[in-house]
């Protein structure tokens, strides 16, 4: 299976990788684009302020195909992850949450929290490195294996 991967010179705007992602993307009819902000910390305010403006051209160019924002975060977070979660939020409306490294000792507690005090859906966990590792959320499943072991 091949990936068509839209890319720019180190230190180009992201804004400018994602306007010509999501154009090469329509150009090529592909059906699903993932738009990768890796490394972004909610306690730096340039970072923040570059994925609003990511969202903005993303929601400006998408025509009408869906976009979703989806917030990762490690299982391993602990409380901080409220705050992280929070303040994403606020910045980019997130539609959901992945929560991975399920498959080590950390059980993603903390996924609890936020989904109480934010009530943002937990869509997809993580549960080793390979294709086939992301699953759907199962609230059932989850719980089980947060108690039960």
Known sequence: MGVDIVKHERGADPAAVV??????ASARR???????TAGRLHTYVNLME???KIKRI????????????LLVIDATTGQNGIAQARLFDEAL???GIVLTKLDGTAKGGIILAIHDELAIPIRYVGVGEGMDDLKDFNAD???????GS
């Open 50 to 52: 570059e994925l609003k």
């Open 93 to 95: 409306d997130v539609d």
């Open 19 to 24: 306007y010509d992602a999501i154009h090469a």
């Open 141 to 147: 499943e989850f719980i089980e294996a947060l108690i």
């Open 58 to 69: 993303a929601e400006r160019e998408k025509g009408d195909a869906d976009l979703q924002t």
């Open 30 to 36: 592909i059906d699903v684009l993932l738009i990768d």
